[in-house]
C-alpha cells in the first residue's frame, strides 16, 4: 500500500496528522506498550521535537540510564519508515550485538506485525529482512551494526546516509583503554561523518558517560563549556540528571525519589557509590585523575551522645565503646546563589576522637540557602542553621569560609547572638588563600588523614563519599568536601579526656515506669 495521503484520510484524521508531526503523538497511537506505561515526562516531549528537526544536523541526546533515549529512537525510526514520501536510508550503530539485534528485532516486529500500523499502511516488509539489514516496500533501508567499522558496508549501495544513529556505541570495554577511544573518535571522524549525504546527513548519538574521556563525555563537555560561555556548539545536546538541581527527579512517574534512593543504596552498598554517579548523574571521572582512592575512606554506624551534666561529648561507633570527642564545623557557602547552575552552600559537622580520628555526623547541602531565613517561606539560611546546630552539637568552632559574597553570614551571626541573646555560635572567618588553589587546599589538609585511615564517613553519605572518590581537576563539585576540609583544618583531639581513662561515661538509669503489669 502506498504511504498515506494526509489530504485524504478517512475518519481518524485527526489523530493520524497529529502522529505525524507529533513523535510523542506517534508513539501513544502505534507503541502504546511503550508510551502509556506512565505520564510522559517534559524531557521526552523536547527530544521528540528535536528528534524531528531536520535543522540539528549533529544532536547528542545524553540522559541517564533508563531515561527513554532508545524508545524513543525507535519510536522515530517507525515514524519516518511509514510516513516518508523518499525512500530514506538509515545506520544505527549499538555497542554489541546483543544490543543492535533487538534493537533492529524492534523496528521488524512493529512494521510487520503491530497491527494499527498494518490497518493505517499495509504490508510495508520489503525483499529484505535480515537480522542487521531491512528494507520497505517505498525503498527505505535500514541498517542496524555493532561496531562502528560497519557503516562502511553502506558505500556498496552507492547512497550515503540520511541519518546514523550511534545508540549506546560506547561501553566500559571498548572505551577502557587510550587506544580504544583514540580508535572511536577516529571511526566517528573518519569513517561515519564523511558516510552522510553532505548536503542534509544527520549524525545522531544517544548515550551516558561511561569515561571521562569517551567521545560521548567529550561531546557533553564540549556543549556545557559551550554553554558557559555563551558560544556557538556545532553539536545540539538535550542533556538532564535523574535528580534535577532541586532534588526532583527527572522523571517522577518512572524514577520517583523511593527508586532513586533505592540505586543509590544499591550502588553504595556494592562498594560503587560513584557508579550512580556516572550512571544517573552524568558525573563520571577516569580513576587516574582522583586524587583519593576508595581504600582510603573509612566507613562507621553508630550515634552521638552529648552529656550535659558533663558537659562532654561522645562518638559511639558501632559495636564499639564510647569514646570522648569533640565537635567542629565546616561550612562552605555558595558564592552565588542566585543562579540555577550554582554551587551548593554546605555545613559539614564531624566528630574528632582521642585518637584523631574524624567520624563525620551529618551535613547539610542544598542550592540557593539564604544567609537567614526569609519571612513566608519555609527555609532556613545559613545562620539559622549554625544557630540548631550549635544548639544540638555544642560544636567548640564553626570555620566559615570568608569571600566577599561571605561576608553578610558574619554579620548575621552577630546580628542574631544579640538578638537571640544566644553567643554560643564560636566561628572562624577562613580566607582561602592566594598560596594553593581550591584543590590544592582540600588535598594539603586532607590527603595525611586519608591515607593514614582517619576519617570515617557513614554510607548514606553519597555526596560526600562521590566528591571523594572523583577529587581531581575535573569534578563536577567540591563543596561536600571543601565544608569537610574546613572543619578538619582546627579539629584536634580532647583536651579533657585522657585516652586511658575509664568510667568517664556511665548509663544514667532509667526510670522506673508507673505503669504495671
Not at 513523535?23 to 502509556?36: E, Y
Request: charged share 30%; net charge neutral; with cysteine.
Amino acid at each position: 500500500m502506498a504511504n498515506i495521503n494526509l489530504n485524504n484520510v478517512s475518519k481518524m484524521e485527526d489523530e493520524l496528522r497529529l502522529a505525524h508531526s507529533d513523535l510523542i503523538a506517534f508513539g501513544k497511537l502505534f507503541l502504546a506498550d511503550d508510551f502509556m506505561r506512565s505520564e510522559t515526562p517534559f524531557f521526552h516531549y523536547e527530544v521528540a521535537d528535536a528528534l524531528m528537526n531536520k535543522d540539528y544536523r549533529q544532536l547528542g541526546v545524553i540522559l541517564p540510564r533508563g531515561h527513554g533515549k532508545t524508545v524513543l529512537t525507535k519510536c522515530n525510526i517507525v515514524r519516518d519508515f511509514v510516513f516518508t514520501q523518499d525512500p530514506l536510508f538509515y545506520g544505527w550503530v549499538a555497542a554489541s550485538s546483543k544490543i543492535s539485534v533487538p534493537n533492529l528485532d524492534y523496528v521488524k516486529y512493529h512494521l510487520e506485525y503491530n497491527e494499527k500500523i498494518k490497518y493505517y499502511f499495509g504490508d510495508v516488509k520489503g525483499r529484505k529482512w535480515t537480522e542487521d539489514d531491512i528494507e520497505l516496500k517505498n525503498g527505505s533501508k535500514l541498517i542496524s551494526k555493532s561496531n562502528l567499522s560497519g557503516i562502511r558496508g553502506g558505500a556498496k549501495l552507492h547512497k550515503r546516509y540520511d541519518l546514523i544513529i550511534l545508540d549506546d556505541f560506547e561501553d566500559e570495554n571498548n572505551t577502557c583503554t587510550p587506544e580504544s577511544r583514540s580508535k572511536i573518535a577516529n571511526l566517528v571522524t573518519a569513517v561515519v561523518f564523511p558516510a552522510l549525504e553532505p548536503a542534509d546527513g544527520r549524525l545522531r548519538i544517544n548515550g551516558t558517560p561511561v569515561h571521562f574521556d569517551a567521545f560521548t563525555t567529550n561531546i557533553l563537555n564540549g556543549h556545557l563549556k559551550a554553554k558557559s560561555q555563551g558560544e556557538d556548539y556545532s553539536w545540539k545536546v538535550i542533556t538532564y540528571k535523574a535528580l534535577q538541581n532541586n532534588g526532583t527527579p527527572l522523571w517522577p512517574g518512572w524514577f520517583g525519589h523511593k527508586e532513586m534512593e533505592r540505586k543509590k543504596k544499591f550502588y553504595a552498598d556494592s562498594g560503587q557509590p560513584q557508579k550512580f554517579y556516572q550512571e544517573y548523574m552524568m558525573e563520571v571521572q577516569s580513576a587516574e585523575d582522583a586524587m583519593f582512592r576508595r581504600e582510603h575512606i573509612k566507613y562507621w554506624d553508630g550515634q552521638f551522645i552529648h552529656d550535659d551534666e558533663s558537659e562532654m561529648s561522645f562518638i559511639v561507633p558501632d559495636g564499639d565503646d564510647p569514646k570522648p570527642c569533640d565537635i567542629y564545623v565546616g561550612v562552605d557557602p555558595a558564592t552565588d546563589s542566585a543562579r540555577r547552575d550554582s554551587d551548593f552552600s554546605v555545613l559539614l559537622t564531624l566528630a574528632v576522637d582521642c585518637d584523631n580520628n574524624i567520624y563525620v555526623l551529618d551535613y547539610i547541602r542544598n542550592r540557593s540557602l539564604p544567609v537567614l531565613a526569609i519571612p513566608g517561606e519555609n527555609k532556613k539560611g545559613i545562620v539559622d542553621h549554625m544557630f540548631d546546630l550549635a544548639k544540638f552539637y555544642k560544636p567548640l568552632l564553626f570555620t566559615v569560609e570568608d569571600t566577599t559574597m561571605s561576608k553578610p553570614i558574619f554579620q548575621a551571626i552577630q546580628a542574631e547572638m544579640r538578638r537571640r541573646n544566644d553567643f554560643s555560635v564560636r566561628f572562624k572567618a577562613e580566607k582561602p588563600g592566594n598560596r594553593l588553589s581550591k584543590r590544592d587546599r582540600i588535598q594539603e589538609i586532607l590527603a595525611q588523614r586519608f591515607a593514614i585511615g582517619q576519617i570515617h564517613i557513614k554510607k548514606h553519605h553519597y555526596d560526600l563519599d562521590r566528591e571523594i572518590t572523583t577529587f581531581g581537576p575535573r569534578m563536577a563539585h567540591d563543596d561536600t568536601i571543601d565544608a569537610l576540609a574546613y572543619a578538619c583544618k582546627y579539629a584536634h583531639p580532647p583536651m579533657n579526656a585522657k585516652k586511658n581513662k575509664e568510667g568517664w561515661y556511665k548509663e544514667k538509669p532509667k526510670a522506673r515506669s508507673w505503669i504495671t503489669a
